[in-house]
T-cell receptor, first 111, second 116 residues
C-alpha cells in the first residue's frame, strides 16, 4: 500500500528563514506525489506535484520540492518564509484517483 | 473558470438524522472525489465517481454513499448520523480521463458538518 509520513506535526520558523517540511513516502512503484496547503476554514490548494521527469519541482508561492528516490523523500522547501505562509501543509501520494495524505504539518511563522 | 463549489458550507444535524452534501466540479472535469477531514483521523478518502459510476472506494461503512449525475455534479449522503461523523467533508474534481495519470485534484472549500 502507498503511504506518506510527515515528520513534525508543528514547525516554527522565523520570518525570512528557510522553511523545510519533511515527507517520506512508501511505494512499490514510482509514485505521484503532491504537496497541498490548507488555510483556516478553507479547502486544500495544490502547491506542487511530482509525476515524472525533473526531480526538482517548483510550485506556487516560492515553494519547491525535490524527489529523491534513494531516500524515498519529497521534502518541501522555501528559501525565505513569509507571514502569509502560516498554514497546514499536507504531503500526499496518489494511486489511481485516490489521494493518501500524511498527517499534516502546521507551519507557524515567528515575526 | 469557476472552481469547485460545495453546498452547504455549514450544517448542523442531530444523531440519527441523514444528510446530503452537494459538489459541483470544475467545468469539464468528470471525476469527483470525496474526503473526510477530522482532527483525529486526518484526511481520509471516501469514494470517487467518474461518468456516474463509483470507480474507487475507501474504507467507510455503508452509511456513507454517493452518486454522480450526468452533468458531473455529485452528492454524498450519510445516513443515521453519529457524533463521530462530525467533520469537514471535502470534494475534489479532476479531468482523470484515465486512472493512473498524475492528474491533479482541485478541492472545494468543504462542508463543515456538526452532529449533535
Amino acid at each position: 500500500a502507498q503511504s506518506v509520513t510527515q515528520l513534525g506535526s508543528h514547525v516554527s520558523v522565523s520570518e525570512g528563514a528557510l522553511v523545510l517540511l519533511r515527507c517520506n513516502y512508501s511505494s512499490s512503484v514510482p509514485p505521484y506525489l503532491f504537496w497541498y496547503v490548507q488555510y483556516p476554514n478553507q479547502g486544500l490548494q495544490l502547491l506542487l506535484k511530482y509525476t515524472t521527469g525533473a526531480t526538482l519541482v517548483k510550485g506556487i508561492n516560492g515553494f519547491e520540492a525535490e524527489f529523491k528516490k534513494s531516500e524515498t523523500s519529497f521534502h518541501l522547501t522555501k528559501p525565505s518564509a513569509h507571514m502569509s505562509d502560516a498554514a497546514e501543509y499536507f504531503c500526499a501520494v496518489r494511486k489511481n484517483e485516490k489521494l493518501t495524505f500524511g498527517t499534516g504539518t502546521r507551519l507557524t511563522i515567528i515575526p | 473558470k469557476a472552481g469547485v463549489t460545495q453546498t452547504p458550507r455549514y450544517l448542523i444535524k442531530t444523531r440519527g438524522q441523514q444528510v446530503t452534501l452537494s459538489c459541483s466540479p470544475i467545468s469539464g472535469h468528470r471525476s469527483v472525489s470525496w474526503y473526510q477531514q477530522t482532527p483525529g483521523q486526518g484526511l481520509q478518502f471516501l469514494f470517487e465517481y467518474f461518468s456516474e459510476t463509483q470507480r474507487n472506494k475507501g474504507n467507510f461503512p455503508g452509511r456513507f454513499s454517493g452518486r454522480q449525475f450526468s452533468n458531473s455534479r455529485s452528492e454524498m449522503n450519510v445516513s443515521t448520523l453519529e457524533l463521530g461523523d462530525s467533520a469537514l467533508y471535502l470534494c475534489a474534481s479532476s479531468l482523470a480521463m484515465r486512472q493512473g495519470w498524475g492528474n491533479e485534484q482541485f478541492f472545494g472549500p468543504g462542508t463543515r458538518l456538526t452532529v449533535l
